[in-house]
């Protein structure tokens, strides 16, 4: 069975200046689950670089300074292509600039947030910690190929969560660290991929598909890939 948050906790989104990160903010403000809650982004202050650890570091001293425990993180990020890094369709395409960038924001970044922000959580109550993973990054449902880097750095997400899932449980009973599938997003990250006829959700519906999830989580969830209906997706 679910269990609440503890009342007066707070919520932290990173990757708040995206489609789904900011459309959570405001679903999370909007139904006052928690005391606060905190959307961060590179324009936010606090601001988060992922490929700066000191940025992390000094997100989690202000949320220290609230003087409140941390109910839920929800990591909003994710780099699929930008003006210099595009999936790639072949062995050709690599790049090590490609597999760097795509491995520091899908994987180290949010892993490290984590690592700072986890003794923050309480120690009886529920506390989760949820990141957007992709389908594409499940291994046993590899049938096409191709973005290497995508697929490799969300795998490597996935099994990082899975780990970290572990030690937590020890500390933090109630705890549950998930990887999520939000489905397919009309969202920038998405938009140069979409298929004529798939069927989108807005970042709207999505938010409210995955705030839904993370209301009925309990610690029996954690350390599993998870799809926005909350079925499990092939490692």
Not at 38 to 53: A, F, H, Q
Not at 116 to 145: I, Q, T, Y
Not at 209 to 221: A, M, P, R, T, V
Request: some cysteine; charged content about 25%; hydrophobic content about 40%.
């Amino acid at each position: 069975m679910s269990k609440k948050f503890p009342i007066e906790t707070i919520a932290v989104v990173l990757g708040a200046s995206g489609g789904i990160g900011s459309a959570i903010s405001k679903y999370l403000i909007k139904e006052r689950i928690f005391g606060d809650v905190i959307p961060v982004s590179r324009e936010t202050n606090p601001k988060v670089d992922l490929k700066n650890e000191e940025s992390i570091i000094e997100l989690a001293e202000a949320v220290r300074s609230k003087n409140r425990e941390l109910g839920l993180i929800v990591d909003a990020t994710g780099l699929l292509h930008n003006g210099h890094v595009f999936p790639e369709k072949n062995l050709r395409s690599l790049t090590q600039e490609t597999l760097l960038e795509n491995f520091f924001v899908n994987a180290i970044g949010p892993i490290l947030c984590l690592k700072h922000l986890s003794a923050l959580f309480p120690r009886a109550g529920k506390s989760v910690f949820v990141s957007l993973s992709a389908r594409v990054g499940s291994v046993e449902d590899n049938h096409l190929g191709g973005w290497y880097s995508y697929r490799a750095s969300k795998t490597a997400l996935n099994q990082l969560i899975k780990t970290a899932s572990i030690e937590l449980a020890r500390s933090f009973p109630d705890h549950v660290s998930v990887a999520v599938h939000p489905g397919t997003v009309a969202t920038k990250l998405s938009q140069p991929f979409s298929k004529a006829g798939l069927k989108l959700l807005t970042p709207d519906e999505a938010a409210i598909k995955l705030c839904k999830l993370i209301e009925n989580l309990d610690s029996s969830d954690t350390g599993k890939f998870l799809d926005n209906e909350k079925n499990p997706i092939p490692w």
